[in-house]
């Protein structure tokens, strides 16, 4: 069973508009990541949030992780035709192995 | 490009065959993660190797079995192959220690089975 559900499951904007993608899990976790891929190909990572910490930057990439809701939000700014692609929220939790539980996915469409 | 490999890119299988899945990993990480991606679904964790043992499994059923070779490299096997095994299938290398695992993965393996 996967934890994370995203929402929306789907997201069309115009290109220079920000995309902003959220995620909820349901059980503790050590740390929560955001990854993308491109049709259906290997996932390409994107940042990570501690469970101990609030917000995180990088580039044009906002994330925020509130453990209390247990949800996290994954902003873009300033979208490209580029960043089109499916994004997945995954909690990582160390139950033996260090394992990554998957949500379903977002997928962002930019219209030039 | 992450570094971690897979082959091959494409396979076609008929229902009851068995498969066999290979990833080397990116250098210096010694733990290996094997995930399975059903079309329009997140990844779903098979199993986790390091230091060439079995560290960690999701539910999967038996017939879903892997190595870990001493450079680190792995092996995912698949037998008795149902239709529902048809998916992309990625692996993902990671160095082990630390509480955050941040996963390095390759482009996957996209399996039909007929």
């Known amino acids: 069973s996967q934890q994370g559900e995203e929402d929306p499951q789907a997201l069309s904007i115009q290109e220079g508009e920000n995309a902003t993608m959220n995620c909820s899990y349901k059980?503790?976790?050590?740390?929560l990541q955001w990854y993308r891929q491109n049709s259906g190909r290997g996932l390409v990572h994107l940042i990570l949030i501690r469970s101990n910490e609030r917000e995180k930057h990088s580039g044009r990439l906002r994330v925020t992780l509130d453990t209390s809701k247990k949800s996290s939000s994954l902003l873009i700014t300033a979208s490209r035709a580029a960043d089109t692609a499916s994004y997945f929220c995954a909690t990582g939790i160390i139950q033996g192995a260090q394992k990554l539980v998957f949500g379903q996915g977002t997928r962002l469409t930019i219209n030039p | 490009e992450t570094g971690v490999t897979q082959s091959p890119t494409h396979l076609i299988k008929t229902r009851g065959q068995q498969v066999t899945l290979r990833c080397s990993s990116q250098?210096?990480?010694?733990?290996v993660s094997w995930y399975q991606q059903a079309l329009g679904q997140g990844p779903q964790f098979i199993f986790q190797?390091?230091?060439?043992?079995?560290?960690g499994r999701g539910n999967f059923p038996p017939r879903f079995s892997g190595l870990q070779f001493p450079n680190y490299s792995s092996e995912l096997n698949v037998n008795a192959l149902e239709l529902d095994d048809s998916a992309l299938y990625l692996c993902?290398?990671?160095?082990?220690?630390?509480?955050?695992?941040?996963?390095?993965f390759g482009p996957g393996t996209r399996l039909t089975v007929l």
């Open positions: 059980t503790s976790i050590n740390n």
């Open positions: 190797y390091y230091r060439e043992e079995e560290n």
């Open positions: 993902a290398s990671s160095p082990i220690g630390g509480p955050y695992n941040e996963q390095f």
């Open positions: 250098s210096g990480h010694n733990t």
